[in-house]
């Protein structure tokens, strides 16, 4: 089983609209959780940390489920440049290794 | 700041040929890692190291080794290269490991 599971999508979506997607960790004693977007052909860039009590950035929300062992990405608003491939990252409790998921795509159409 | 450098961009490789690809930052990080990345399957860590001297084995180490000698470089040397280490690889640094992992643009290797 990977440690950290998403939705490859693609969620295509139009410009304005709310897209909403989960990741899964398998590892209950994980204890920081971030999202990366990744645009094609390019490097990782942090999009946000995930905190317990959720956070938003803009139109951007994070929440965390750690009884059902989720994380959420919410965007709200969607522009164009939103497009993206968004990658779910979980630091596990006991080493120095993140696990990345294989990403979520979405595409924000005009 | 340059922040985190890779070199080369592209490279094609023969089976069986040996080579390394460079990993600098610039921003006196602690930690530092090699990820590869292919289609459906995320990144994978390949090595890392938590300061000078340090290195550790990540998720898929084999074929593959590292040195840190200094803060600032960490080199990853395909030992001899096999058409299953054709990938995007990517280097990564943090100042600790909860932080922002600041990535390098890629190295894109082929192996024929």
């Known amino acids: 089983r990977k440690e950290v599971e998403q939705d490859p999508g693609p969620f295509n979506v139009p410009e304005g609209a709310t897209v909403a997607f989960n990741c899964t960790y398998s590892n209950s004693a994980s204890q920081s959780f971030f999202w990366y977007r990744q645009d094609c052909r390019k490097e990782p860039k942090l999009l946000m940390s995930v905190y317990s009590s959720g956070n938003e950035d803009g139109r951007f929300t994070a929440q965390l489920n750690r009884a059902s062992q989720y994380i959420s990405l919410l965007i709200r608003d969607s522009k164009l440049s939103d497009s993206a491939t968004y990658l779910c990252v979980v630091l596990g409790g006991n080493d120095y290794k993140l696990s990345f998921g294989a990403g979520t795509t979405v595409t924000v159409r005009a | 700041n340059a922040g985190v450098t890779q070199t080369p961009k592209f490279q094609v490789l023969k089976t069986g040929q040996s080579m390394t690809l460079q990993c600098a930052q610039d921003m006196n990080h602690e930690y530092m890692s090699w990820y590869r990345q292919d289609p459906g399957m995320g990144l994978r860590l390949i090595h890392y190291?938590?300061?000078?001297?340090?290195?550790d084995q990540g998720e898929v180490p084999n074929g593959y080794n590292v040195s840190r000698s200094t803060t600032e470089d960490f080199p990853l040397r395909l030992l001899s290269a096999a058409p299953s280490q054709t990938s995007v690889y990517f280097c990564?640094?943090?100042?600790?490991?909860?932080?922002?992992?600041?990535f390098g643009p890629g190295t894109r290797l082929t192996v024929t």
């Open positions: 190291s938590v300061g000078a001297g340090i290195t």
């Open positions: 990564a640094s943090s100042g600790d490991l909860p932080s922002e992992q600041y």
